[in-house]
């Protein structure tokens, strides 16, 4: 259960600066803040990962299912949102 809690602690940490890593290269005008975003996406679940095996190496599998977890569950609730929102705007346009 520690695992994974840790887990999904770094995988909404992750999904946070993946949704703002996104949002930074689509505007493309920052690309030194979007760069350092796309290397946190490497670095955050290695760094939970590697604190959890200095922990116990039996709360890997739970950790890495945490944050695999919390990466879907987002972004599925990201996509439901943002497809509600695009749909309200073309109602408006008819």
């Given at each position: 259960?520690v695992?994974?809690?840790?887990?999904?602690?770094?995988?909404?940490?992750?999904f946070l600066?993946?949704?703002?890593f996104?949002?930074l290269i689509?505007?493309?005008?920052?690309m030194?803040?979007?760069?350092?975003?796309g290397?946190?996406q490497?670095?955050?679940?290695?760094a939970?990962?590697?604190?959890?095996?200095?922990?116990?190496?039996s709360?890997l599998?739970?950790?890495?299912c945490g944050?695999?977890?919390?990466?879907v569950?987002?972004?599925f609730?990201?996509?439901?949102?943002?497809?509600?929102?695009?749909k309200?705007?073309?109602?408006?346009?008819?």
């Amino acid at each position: 259960m520690v695992g994974f809690l840790i887990g999904a602690v770094a995988g909404a940490v992750q999904f946070l600066a993946l949704v703002r890593f996104a949002r930074l290269i689509t505007r493309s005008d920052t690309m030194m803040t979007a760069v350092l975003f796309g290397m946190l996406q490497f670095l955050i679940p290695l760094a939970a990962l590697v604190g959890v095996a200095f922990l116990s190496k039996s709360y890997l599998l739970p950790a890495a299912c945490g944050i695999v977890a919390v990466l879907v569950i987002g972004a599925f609730i990201k996509y439901v949102v943002f497809s509600r929102k695009g749909k309200g705007r073309e109602e408006k346009d008819a």
